[in-house]
């Protein structure tokens, strides 16, 4: 079992900073990463980022939000954060964290193996 819980959301103008933050607990050794994803009104849910919870630490982030936005741990592996810049209206989504068993392709980012999920944090962005 693994709790993940997100927080850090709200609303914030065009161009402004969030910082998301995913705490997780219990039994992470099966896991190769925590990921983000989100999903905007009306849209699928997509992947964003996600971090490697090995000792690499890897990084994969979507095409959309490579240069704003930046995924790290702590190093207890007990929070992860996602570090979000310059955003703009069609970041506005709900975020979510989830443990990711692998990586299928960087581009676009496609992972795979969710087993859990935290409830989401809502990130509207509006001026």
């Known amino acids: 079992q693994v709790q993940l819980v997100e927080s850090g959301g709200g609303l914030v103008q065009p161009g402004g900073s969030l910082r998301l933050s995913c705490a997780v607990s219990?039994?992470?050794?099966?896991?190769?990463?925590i990921g983000w994803f989100r999903q905007a009104p009306g849209k699928e849910r997509e992947g964003v980022s996600c971090?490697?919870?090995?000792?690499?630490?890897?990084?994969y982030y979507t095409d959309p939000v490579k240069g704003r936005f930046t995924t790290s741990r702590d190093n207890a592996k007990t929070t992860v954060y996602l570090q979000m810049n310059s955003l703009k209206p069609e970041d506005t989504a709900v975020y979510y964290c989830?443990?990711?068993?692998?990586?299928?392709?960087?581009?676009?980012?496609?992972?795979?193996?969710?087993?859990?999920w935290g409830k989401g944090t809502l990130v509207t962005v509006s001026s």
């Open positions: 219990g039994f992470t050794a099966d896991y190769y990463a």
């Open positions: 989830a443990t990711v068993r692998g990586v299928v392709t960087t581009t676009p980012l496609i992972m795979s193996g969710m087993d859990y």
């Open positions: 971090i490697s919870l090995g000792d690499d630490g890897n990084t």
